[in-house]
C-alpha cells in the first residue's frame, strides 16, 4: 500500500482491492452516505415546495371566491404533488439511513 500525502492534514491511501479486503467495504459505506445525502437533499426541496404551495392553498382557504377555479385547482395539485414528494423522499431516506446504519455499526468480536 503506497501513501501520498497531499496536502497538510490530509492523507491518500493508493489501495487496490487484493491488497485489502476492507476497501469494498468502505465503498458501500461511502456510496450509501452520498445516498443518504442526496435522498436528504431531495426531502428539503420537496419541503420547500410544499412551503411555498402552502402560502396560496391558505388563501384560498381563507378567502374562497378570491381566487378562480382552474388556479384554484392547479395550487391544490401542486400542493398535493408537493406533499406526496415529501414522504416518498422522506420514506427513501429512512430506508438509506437504515441501511447505512446497518453498514457502519460495529458488531462484538467473539
Do not use: D, N, Y
Not at 497531499?6 to 459505506?29: D, I, N, W, Y
Not at 419541503?47 to 402560502?55: G, I, K, M, P, R
Not at 416518498?88 to 441501511?99: L, M
Amino acid at each position: 500500500m503506497e501513501t501520498s500525502f497531499v496536502a497538510e492534514g490530509f492523507t491518500v491511501l493508493h489501495s487496490s482491492a487484493e491488497q485489502s479486503p476492507t476497501v469494498p467495504k468502505l465503498r458501500g459505506v461511502l456510496e450509501t452516505h452520498l445516498g443518504v445525502e442526496r435522498a436528504r437533499a431531495v426531502r428539503e426541496l420537496a419541503l420547500a415546495f410544499l412551503t411555498v404551495w402552502s402560502v396560496p392553498v391558505w388563501v384560498v382557504a381563507v378567502r374562497p371566491g378570491w381566487m378562480a377555479q382552474g388556479p384554484c385547482t392547479f395550487v391544490l395539485a401542486a400542493w398535493f404533488t408537493s406533499f406526496v414528494g415529501l414522504v416518498a423522499a422522506g420514506i427513501s431516506e429512512a430506508r438509506r439511513r437504515r441501511r447505512f446504519r446497518a453498514l457502519t455499526e460495529r458488531r462484538p468480536r467473539r
